[in-house]
């Protein structure tokens, strides 16, 4: 018997939130974000199931992208951060997969390597984030040096916003349309964030990620499933313990939770080895046997402890970390942390298995 631990992936959640988020960009096509492992589900599993209806990918590391190509994938698939030396480059054109340029340094390998096919490139601008991109005002010199390079196929521009989840994004696509508007190239701006709250902004294609994992990317703001997004992960495992305590006893590491009434307690075989944040105080909810309760003390390395003193469960009870039943968000929002972080955090111990 192994450890009571697995990841369930839900294939067709990721296809029903792809269709909902190509739905809601209208005209626009979407690339479905599949960076970090497809936000930690599995790139090739989440891929194939878009495979007939994807509009492209985008990624980071080229070894991913050549596996999609290697697994038949024809759609476009762009490197978000472009490419960081000149036998990238290469073989990203030979591939044809698409490339963020972002960088001087960048443009001027792109101008000094020999390239026997030409490279698809969107021109990454800052308009605000300060994290990559070249200034708005620099683009036609940027794009009259690509042409001029002879190496580029189809050209696209594109730019990240810092606050489409919260304050709002007008003056970075102000700027942003600004310089790439009269270009007449097409144009890539919206995350889930900016697709779910500003339609004006979809442009040519849109960058959809964490709501295609179900993850609301403003859960303040509104729910995964009041979106109608699905849950693609679900994290589970099993009460493999139980103790009774007397009040003024203590659970786990530095005794950081005290009873303060005889209480029932479940330990839980999930630690933050396993993925489930450190951080996670006491209180953060969890779906025990199909009941809501919260976790107690300080998550160890293997396991976590949890409430049961009002709910009907006891060794072998089944347990959901986060996913159908127990929303990711809500567990990241009482770790002071994202769903995004909670899903690529996923731990390489813990078996993956498709329903
Ligand atoms: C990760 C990423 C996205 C997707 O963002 P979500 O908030 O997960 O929708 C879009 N564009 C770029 C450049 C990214 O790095």
Redesign the pocket.
């Known amino acids: 018997m192994s450890r009571p631990i697995l990841a369930r992936i839900d294939p067709q959640a990721f296809r029903h939130n792809y269709l909902l988020s190509k739905n809601l960009a209208g005209k626009a096509q979407a ?1 479905a ?1 599949v ?1 970090a492992n497809a ?1 930690g589900h599995g790139l090739l599993r989440c891929a194939e199931a878009v495979r007939d209806v994807a509009d492209g990918f ?1 990624l ?1 590391e080229l070894a991913e992208a050549m596996s999609l190509r290697g697994a038949g994938f024809t759609q476009p698939i762009v490197l ?2 472009g490419f960081f030396a000149h036998d990238d480059l290469q073989l990203a054109a030979a591939h044809s997969i698409t490339s ?1 340029i972002h960088c001087e340094e960048q443009l001027r390998m792109l101008e000094l390597t020999e390239l026997e096919h030409p490279l698809d490139v969107f021109v ?1 601008l800052n308009t605000g984030m300060n994290r990559l991109g070249f200034v708005p005002e620099q683009l036609a010199t940027v794009l009259n040096r690509l042409r001029a390079s002879g190496k580029v196929g189809q050209i696209g521009v ?1 730019t ?1 916003f810092a606050c ?2 919260g304050t709002g994004i007008d003056a970075q696509l102000a700027r942003f349309e600004a310089a790439a508007l009269p270009t007449g190239l097409a144009c ?1 701006v ?4 900016a ?1 779910l709250r500003y339609p004006h902004a979809h442009h040519q294609w849109v ?6 994992y179900g ?1 609301s ?1 403003m859960p303040d703001l509104q729910s995964a499933e009041q979106i109608g997004l699905r849950p693609v992960m679900t994290f589970a495992s099993r009460v493999i313990g139980v103790q009774s305590l007397q009040a003024g006893e203590a659970v786990g590491y530095s005794a950081t939770f005290t009873a303060d009434r005889s209480m029932r307690v479940g330990t839980v075989a999930c630690g933050y080895a396993d993925g489930y944040p450190r951080h996670a105080p006491t209180g953060t909810p969890i779906l025990v046997n199909g009941q809501r309760t919260r976790t107690l003390g300080r998550v160890s390395m293997d396991m976590l402890a949890c409430d049961l003193t009002d709910i009907d469960a006891d060794v072998g009870s089944s347990v959901t970390l986060w996913g159908e039943g127990m929303p990711a968000d809500e567990v990241a929002t009482a770790a002071g942390t994202v769903s ?1 972080e909670l899903f690529c955090a996923l731990a390489q111990r813990v078996p993956v298995v498709e329903c």
């Open positions: 690339l974000v960076k936000y985008a980071l978000l951060e963020a990454k594109m990240h489409a989840d890539s919206a995350n889930s964030a697709l960058r959809p990620g964490i709501m295609l993850g990317p995004y």
